[in-house]
């Protein structure tokens, strides 16, 4: 007998007598031997199922351990993807493979049950356990996993959360934002294999968010753990996101890292435009506490950011948003911005009907700044015009993810 | 012109006879007449309650006296109208043969199964056998072995089924079944005398009423009740 | 199929049965969905002696509860008497009174499967209709009757098919008139009387399984489309 | 208060009573339970005759129930026989039958109870607990029969004063034998059959009453405290 | 008999048999009245209620028809408080004043019952009825109003929120987006005197939000109906708010203009330091489509935004975020910047151990800039120097409110 491939292995175990308890420790066993053997994680999914009117047929590969970011318009059909993901729906066709596990295949007739997939997911909605205080909400997961294939704290995501007063609490008397952080804090500590999570933060207040985020940021590259993180919110994308899959009605319309997805069009529009900006990867060159400045070293050359406490030669996203994004047609000495680039203009489109002009630059990167109309006629900009651009380095953002 | 309209309230037990006498009634067109069969406890009290009988047939003495008491009774339209007698039954396929005498071995009989009477707390049937045992002398010994049935009918499909092997019932009760034998007879001077008073309610000593007490009386009901297995008073 | 060919007299049993129990389910079911309401949401001193006094015909024999019937309700009955003085309304020995003892039989079923689902109701849901304009009688009925619409159903099988299983009380409170008050298991009893009886018992028998049966199903087609509804046509299901 | 002091006989019935409603409410718990499971979220080809066969006891009047018993389940029934000689248990004429009876009798409320629960239950926090690792059994034990705990309550309850007052099946069953099978609707029921009983009767029928009202009371104060946890102690409620 | 104030007739009516259906429209008389009368809209709040261990205690009066903004971390009460005004939980004491109506005072014992309010109310999770379709849902509370008082049209709604083709569909089928804009409509189909909003654009995407918060916008200035919102949202705040409200455990910290209240270190705290901006309010003074500019007169001077649609004279107010202010010690012709205000240092602090600094301008106005420790050094910023400030046009932003 040759040795079985997961899928065939998966089947094999599906024929056994049904027996739960006994299975779940099977599917712990498969997971932990695939940690050990550190199988770079990976999401494989392709998707076809019919609901109703609308049809899901989405496909999506997620390279490496990190944050893979769903986005698209309220109804594009996110939640359906995740619980056909999570195992909670069965999808008419496609297959499912996570790190190497194959959990669904419509041919193979495989589809291992959700208990059996040990993904964590953070509902849309809540979906506390009305009956189970909150201390044991959030250890019913966790008391279902062997302690051996813990990898996180109970206290250490109960202070993250903010939640130790609520513990003896029912879930009926808590606020809206206590019951996600609870959520959130139940399926962290099942120690899934991955974490899948639907608009989380979404009642949360910024304080809070900013010490969640850069928590959920560190898992993939911390623990291998990969996140599927459904958002509306661009800025979570921008600072969580590995990889971005870009839906719209139940379609796949673009995957792909987040700089270049987030480019798109389409990705402009939905985002009101608004939140546009141009990301680029960049290689952390060296720290001055002195100035209280780091540099990074982009392949425009070095952009001057506040100091960030991250590993030297690490890589992070930058963010440039062109709005602040300034242009003089001299360079002038004793400003405030620390970076300032020469470049030249490769295009000027006026997408509002005269009242903002976007223009597009060379400085050895493509970059953006928009102005207004009357900044354009003053500096006579027209492609080819040789430009200073100017960029505060305090208005550069940058990802939590490093690495 | 106009027929009367009588009520009867009979116990069920005469279900079968009564049912046959009304419809001789009817045909001489005497009267149209309501039934209500129903244990005789149940009839009593609905009269006491004022209940639209015009007629009452009892199982039993005591329930006509407690109406009695309660003049609920027209005043000297009460007599006896039936008799009946006590048997052993035993299923269809038994082989058992008993004779019934003073101190006969019914215990031995029964072995570690049960004799199936009506409840002798209350059910006729039940407190007369329990008498006849008692005169008999075999009550002490088969008293724990007594199953108390809701009323004769009930003591009699457990013979039926088999569960007891022998049961004590009226003849009457004995005669509708196919599945059932007689085994014995129990002595008449074992047990006071089973009749089934019949009177009318007070206050409905119509001539309608009074005619259908009448036609009980006439031999075309006795024939009919005879068919049946009562003995007539 | 001579054996299904029903007698004039078993057909009377039939109709009066259903007669009996529809009236017995009608009646009892704006009382019943009321005191279940009231079971469920309000507090108030004595609640424990309504709730007592709603499950005592499941908790005393049904001898008991026709008796009891008969004495409150006869012709000589406390409220009998001054109902009838008041309304002309007669309960004893006619089908309204048949129908009174099968619904106050299976009053305490209905009271008890409406009231659980009262219970469920999730009552953000309420307080949306009442910030929407509804007043609490306006939202009962267009909020809060909808969403125990399965609890009802659930009620009314339960109590139908008590109604028409009820003898005891039934036999005891209005006697066993052909015609007028004897229903399906009267009849099945009388037939239990007479020699040869088992065949018709059992005709009755099926009769009543059929009629139970034919309202089970319509009941389960209607809760089952309500619920459809409610929950979505393709609903994510879990598989195994 | 010599009204109140029990006869010895009044005291074995009641003793009688409570065990054998006991014993069938216990019984009937379990199938009950996971009968009510497959019929709320099972479809499979004879679903309504399993609903049908759950009513049945329901439908048709007890006498019919305890004589189809006695078909079945007597010493030469069908199954008694086989059972009898299988395990030696016998359920004719003894309290083992009276607690078969009291059960079947109560079986088709306690499911209809439960079934309705289940039907209420999110499964939305089902799926929840399948993401969380548990199995369809574990989720089952965890999540799903703690949220139908006022289901199972009113179940319950519903069944043990159905069993209280069960009388037609269980006197044609196993009798009306005193210490055995005599319960305390068949004491009564031997009582209210002769002319002077009356007070004897009321005096069983206050027995089970104040037992039942004791059942109902310890039922509503535990399905009371279940229901604040889950609804928050100061839950927001619309004034008037 | 004098004249009964509005709590004395309120009174005068709960004694009256009761009689929901009649008394609904006793509520509509009371309040129809009120709206020809055109009483000055307004919000006064006074509130006190023991929940557990959690004490509400807040008190706030909001002026005018505007949105009146409640922010507060997570678990701060706002949707207790918000249950207490719509009438949904009862005040232990206090009063709640809503357009000079008194609908709960708790020492003349009056309390309104909700559906005698009309006040519509958006719930943070939805609470949309299930047995209905999303047409009924919709209409639900509209029928409950009598046409006369109407002042919003189905057709209007539905499309705003782009919901026309869910019209048939029932709940349990909604995205969790699709449910949070049936919700929405459905309370403003009632035509509500006060809306209450608990973060209804929670899981909305971007460019329904970008559709639907000016709509929201309109309605107090249009309609004269005040709105209450909540929200976590700075941008939301910003751009909507004439009032804010800042709770923290159940009391009121602040009630203001969202100028000052905003300026506050505690909700600069909140919101991660991050969003905060300088908030001022401005006066248009004309338009220039040529140059596509708009010019705004504050007290600093002229301040120069993209063109925006808002009448000449009209507030609107204008939001000047310190990142993006940069510092020269020069004033430099030829740039982007349209806006170059002479200014002097007042202050500099460095509230992030040394990696950026903080510094305060007069430039008629108090205006913030952060800048890095580097800039600081290299411009020799001390309180006393003399800085233009370089602020892009584009780079303000303004919220939709204006009058
Ligand atoms: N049974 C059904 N019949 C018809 N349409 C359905 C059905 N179930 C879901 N849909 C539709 O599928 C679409 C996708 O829903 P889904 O919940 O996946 O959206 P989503 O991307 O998560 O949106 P949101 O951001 O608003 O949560 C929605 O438009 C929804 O209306
Ligand atoms: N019965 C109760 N017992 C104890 N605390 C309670 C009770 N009910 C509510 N609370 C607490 O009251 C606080 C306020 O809750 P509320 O829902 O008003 O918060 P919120 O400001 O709306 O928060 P969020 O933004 O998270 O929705 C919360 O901390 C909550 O835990
Ligand atoms: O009147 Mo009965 O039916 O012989 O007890
Ligand atoms: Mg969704
Ligand atoms: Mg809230």
Redesign the interface.
């Known amino acids: 007998m040759g040795k079985p491939g997961p899928c065939g292995f998966v089947s094999f175990l599906l024929l056994l007598p049904w027996r739960p308890w006994l299975f779940q420790n099977f599917w712990l066993a498969v997971w932990n031997g695939a940690c050990e053997e550190k199988i770079d994680p990976m999401l494989d999914i392709d998707l076809k199922k019919v609901q109703g009117d609308f049809t899901v047929e989405a496909a999506f590969v997620a390279k490496g351990a990190g944050v893979t970011a769903m986005f698209g318009h309220s109804g594009a059909g996110k939640t359906s993807i995740i619980n056909m993901i999570a195992g909670l729906s069965r999808p008419d066709a496609g297959h499912i493979v996570v790190n190497d596990h194959c959990v669904f295949d419509g041919e193979k007739n495989v589809h291992i049950p959700p208990e059996g997939r040990r993904f964590g997911y953070v509902f849309q909605d809540g979906r506390l356990f009305p009956h189970l205080s909150v201390r044991n909400n959030l250890v019913y997961g966790m008391k279902r996993v062997p302690p051996g294939a813990r990898y996180i704290e109970f206290d250490q995501v109960v202070d993250l959360l903010g939640i130790s007063h609520l513990l003896k609490r029912h879930p009926a008397t808590l606020s809206g934002g206590e019951k996600q952080r609870v959520a959130i804090g139940r399926s962290l500590l099942t120690s899934p294999v991955l974490l899948i999570m639907d608009e989380p933060l979404a009642s949360l207040d910024q304080a809070r968010k900013s010490e969640v985020l850069p928590f959920i940021a560190r898992l993939p590259r911390e623990l291998r753990v990969p996140i599927l993180y459904v958002t509306h919110s661009v800025d979570e994308i921008l600072n969580l996101a590995d990889t971005l899959v870009f839906l719209s009605n139940g379609k796949t319309l673009a995957v792909g890292s987040v700089e270049t997805v987030s480019a798109r069009d389409d990705f402009q529009r939905l985002t009101g435009g608004m939140e546009a900006a141009v990301v680029v990867s960049t290689r952390v060159d060296s720290h001055d506490p002195g100035a209280g400045l780091t540099r990074l070293e982009f392949p425009g050359g070095m952009l001057s950011v506040p100091l960030v406490d991250l590993p030297v030669n690490g890589t992070v996203r930058a963010r440039i948003h062109p709005r602040n994004v300034g242009l003089a047609l001299e360079a002038f000495p004793r400003t405030s911005f620390q970076n300032i680039f020469q470049g030249i203009v490769t295009g000027i489109n006026d997408p509002c009907n005269g009242s903002l002009v976007n223009v597009s630059l060379d400085i050895g990167i493509p970059l953006m700044a928009t102005i207004t109309p009357r900044a354009r006629q003053e500096l006579d900009l027209k492609p080819g015009t040789r430009v200073h651009a100017m960029i505060k380095s305090v208005s550069v953002s940058l990802g939590y993810v490093a690495t | 012109a106009d027929t009367p309209e009588i009520t009867v309230f009979a116990a069920a037990s005469t279900t079968n006879a009564i049912t046959d006498i009304i419809a001789l009634f009817t045909a001489e067109n005497k009267g149209r007449v309501t039934t209500s069969f129903a244990s005789s406890s149940t009839l009593a009290k609905q009269i006491n309650q004022g209940a639209p009988a015009d007629v009452y047939l009892s199982a039993n003495p005591k329930w006509m006296g407690f109406l009695e008491k309660n003049n609920m009774i027209e005043p000297g339209t009460r007599f006896d109208l039936l008799g009946n007698r006590l048997v052993l039954i035993a299923p269809l396929d038994s082989s058992m043969d008993v004779t019934i005498t003073s101190g006969f071995n019914l215990a031995g009989l029964l072995g570690q199964e049960k004799l199936a009477m009506g409840d002798p707390d209350h059910v006729p049937a039940g407190i007369y056998g329990k008498q006849a045992l008692t005169t008999l002398g075999v009550w002490e010994s088969v008293a724990s072995k007594v199953a108390r049935a809701k009323d004769v009918r009930a003591a009699l499909m457990l013979v039926e089924r088999g569960e007891a092997p022998l049961g004590i019932v009226y003849a009457t009760d004995a005669a509708i079944s196919k599945k059932v034998k007689v085994v014995a007879f129990f002595p008449e001077n074992s047990h006071p005398a089973i009749t089934y008073p019949v009177a009318l309610v007070s206050g409905k000593a119509t001539p309608g009423a009074r005619a259908f007490l009448e036609f009980l009386k006439t031999s075309a009901s006795g024939a009919v009740f005879e068919k049946y297995g009562f003995s007539l008073r | 199929m001579e054996f299904l060919k029903l007698t004039s007299v078993e057909l009377e049993a039939l109709r009066l049965s259903l007669w009996i129990s529809g009236w017995a389910v009608l009646g009892s079911l704006v009382p019943g969905i009321l005191v279940a309401w009231v079971l469920a949401r309000k507090q108030f001193p004595g609640k424990?002696l309504l709730?007592?006094l709603v499950?005592?015909p499941?908790?005393?024999?049904?001898?008991?509860t026709g008796?009891t019937l008969?004495?409150l309700m006869?012709?000589?009955?406390i409220l009998g008497k001054w109902l009838y003085d008041l309304t002309g309304i007669v309960f004893?020995?006619n089908w309204k009174g048949a129908a009174l003892a099968s619904g106050v039989m299976a009053f305490?079923?209905l009271v008890?499967?409406v009231?659980?689902?009262i219970?469920?109701v999730?009552?953000?849901?309420?307080?949306?209709?009442?910030?929407?304009?509804?007043?609490?009688?306006?939202?009962f009925f267009?909020?809060t009757l909808?969403?125990i619409?399965?609890?009802i159903i659930?009620g009314i099988?339960?109590a139908f098919?008590?109604s028409?299983?009820e003898?005891?009380a039934t036999?005891?409170f209005v006697?066993?008139?052909?015609?007028?008050?004897q229903t399906l298991?009267l009849a099945?009893?009388?037939l239990?009387?007479?020699?040869?009886g088992e065949a018709g018992?059992l005709r009755l028998?099926i009769i009543?399984?059929v009629v139970?049966?034919a309202a089970?199903?319509v009941s389960?087609l209607l809760a089952g489309r309500?619920?459809r509804?409610?929950?979505?046509?393709?609903?994510?299901?879990?598989?195994?």
Do not use: W
């Open positions: 424990v709730d007592g499950h005592l499941l908790v005393v024999p049904p001898v008991v008796y008969l004495l006869g012709r000589r009955g004893a020995f305490p079923l008890r499967a009231r659980l689902s219970e469920n999730d009552q953000g849901l309420e307080q949306a209709a009442r910030t929407l304009g509804a007043g609490p009688i306006d939202l267009t909020v909808p969403l619409f399965p609890g659930t099988i339960l098919a008590r028409l299983s003898f005891g036999i005891t006697s066993n008139i052909p015609g007028q008050t298991p099945l009893y009388t239990t009387q007479v020699p040869d018992a028998c009543s399984v139970a049966l089970l199903v389960e309500m619920e509804r409610m929950r979505g046509k393709n609903r994510s299901h879990v598989g195994h």
